[in-house]
């Protein structure tokens, strides 16, 4: 099971948990997050990278000019669109991308997998009308059982204790976790990262 770490805000931090064999680690660009980290924050994580980590940036309704910014500063892999970006907007950079949508009842994953389908993969996560992302609340996982070329990344309310339950149910490609392997917002718990992943990988 692939599984992304989001929210890292320190460099050591970021470094032990990519050591543990995790397959990307995720930066959050966007200012309203308790995550969020600055061009020079995000260099010097990356810089503590081992090798293989794909490093994902994480942006919200950010301007072009901004990611433009980000992009010639930090050695990104993977960019992660967590707003209401049209696809324009997710394909002109070239670069590999990741679309999030907030899930609920009304929300059709097969048509915007079909809008979105330039993608490297969809994230699923929990709607929430105040928040993009990160709010450590879980979404009813049934939504999230559906047939789409894209590779399914869950998100949302994941934690040592829903890990394996999750993969069941849904069968995603990838899990996504933040808040659910903390310490405080943006310090990520080394050894509950350790049990995500034996839970990950039952």
């Known amino acids: 099971m692939k599984i992304k770490v989001c929210g890292f805000t320190q460099p050591q931090n970021a470094r032990d948990a990519a050591m543990l064999g995790i397959d990307a680690i ?15 924050q995000a260099i010097d994580i990356v810089q503590a990278l ?8 994480l942006f919200v309704n950010a301007n072009a000019g ?11 892999d993977t960019l992660q669109f967590h707003g209401d970006e049209s696809v324009q907007e997710c394909e002109q950079y070239a670069m590999p991308f990741i679309k999030a949508l907030r899930v609920s009842k009304k929300t059709n994953i ?19 009308a105040n928040s993009y992302g990160g709010t450590g609340e879980a979404f009813d996982w049934n939504l999230a059982k559906v047939e789409i070329d894209l590779p ?22 990838a899990l996504d ?5 903390e310490s405080a917002k943006g310090v990520k718990d080394i050894e509950k990262i350790k049990q995500f992943i034996r839970q990950a990988n039952l």
């Not at 081992?50 to 940036?57: E, K, S, T």
């Not at 976790?177 to 392997?181: A, H, I, L, M």
């Open 66 to 76: 901004f990611i433009d910014e980000v992009l010639c500063e930090v050695a990104l």
């Open 152 to 173: 399914i990344i869950l998100a949302g309310g994941l934690n040592p204790a829903t890990a394996a339950q999750a993969i069941k149910q849904v069968k995603p490609y």
């Open 26 to 40: 995720g930066l959050v660009f966007y200012d309203k997050s308790p995550r969020h980290v600055d061009i020079n």
């Open 177 to 181: 976790v933040s808040s659910g392997v």
């Open 50 to 57: 081992p090798p293989f980590i794909n490093r994902v940036g």
């Open 110 to 128: 097969p048509q915007l997998a079909q809008e979105y389908q330039q993608a490297s993969g969809l994230l699923l996560d929990a709607y929430s």
